[in-house]
């Protein structure tokens, strides 16, 4: 994208923000592939890597080489409590410091808006959260840095110490419900909000991506920065096609301008 052309969305955009009460930024993979986590469905994704069908949570519980393959999944992709926020990150946590940001609904399990800033209670994390690895037989929580040397010296599907039940991912998995109060509040918060940002998301996996619909439907302004096209695209007042790195922080610089920050 021209840089004239994303000077000017980015402008658009920041006269959206300063305008807005009640900002909900709603953010997939693509916020954090700038970090080095790869997404799902772009060339080179988990999902172009790994069948999908393989990550459903009957098969983890149903057979040890599907938890192997599971664990393998998470521990080549999205198992990295090493990753850092990258300016994407950092710009929605500036609209947070600046008093413009009512919450970010998240589709990542990656911690990555809190390292950058963002109060965990104004992240709603709609499939859960890599920091922890629950046992479904004694519903012990282990910190991934408890687990992941395990995997790294090779150990392929990892039992709970204290039982020696099985261990699982505090994650979705396909199959799974979401967590329901973080489902309903999130939902709250987008049809109350009156501006929604969409960073990074394909838009393709319900309910999540019902959050955008519903802003939308309330009355919200949209806004979406994607490196592809969405199914929202239409009903959006500002598209940046361009990386939400270097989005977010001509837009949050625009912000700052027009408050004089
Ligand atoms: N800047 C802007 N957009 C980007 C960037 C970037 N640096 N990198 C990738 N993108 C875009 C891609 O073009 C794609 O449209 O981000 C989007 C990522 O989409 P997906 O990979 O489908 O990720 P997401 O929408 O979060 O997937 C939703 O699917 O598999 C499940 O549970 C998983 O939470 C995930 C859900
Ligand atoms: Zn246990």
């Known amino acids: ?7 000017a969305l980015a402008a658009r955009a920041a006269d959206l923000i300063v305008g807005s009460q009640k ?4 953010t997939g993979a693509g916020i954090s592939t700038e970090s080095g986590i ?28 599907s938890r192997r393959k599971q664990w393998r999944i998470l521990k080549e992709g999205l198992l990295t409590d090493k990753a850092a926020p990258n300016a994407a ?18 589709q990542n399990i990656d911690n990555l808006h809190q390292k950058a800033g963002v109060p965990d209670d104004r992240v709603f994390e709609l499939h859960g959260n890599m920091q922890f690895v629950l046992c479904l037989d004694c519903g012990r929580r282990y910190p991934l840095g408890d ?7 090779g150990e392929e599907i990892p ?3 204290e039982c020696r039940g099985m261990l699982k991912p505090d994650i ?12 309903q509040e999130a939902g709250r918060r987008a049809m109350a909000s009156d501006l929604f940002i969409v960073i990074g998301s394909t838009l393709v996996v319900y309910p999540a991506a019902f959050m955008p619909l519903y802003a939308v439907e309330a ?38 301008e027009r408050l004089g920050r």
């Open 147 to 153: 687990i992941k040397p395990r995997l790294d010296r």
């Open 89 to 106: 990150h950092i710009a929605v946590a500036e609209l947070y410091r600046m008093g413009k940001l009512d919450c970010v609904i998240t």
């Open 159 to 161: 039992d709970c110490l």
């Open 38 to 65: 790869p997404d799902f469905r772009s060339p080179g994704g988990i999902w172009e890597r790994f069948d999908p069908d393989d990550f459903t949570i009957d098969k983890f519980r149903s057979s040890p080489d």
């Open 23 to 26: 900002l909900v930024v709603f």
């Open 1 to 7: 994208m021209e840089n004239r052309d994303l000077n």
């Open 219 to 256: 009355g919200a302004g949209l806004i979406i920065v994607n490196l592809s096209a969405t199914p929202m695209d239409d009903r959006a007042a500002v598209v940046i096609r361009a990386k939400a790195g270097e989005a977010m922080s001509a837009v949050v610089a625009g912000v700052k």
């Open 172 to 183: 979705v998995m396909f199959g799974e419900q979401l967590p329901y109060d973080v489902l």
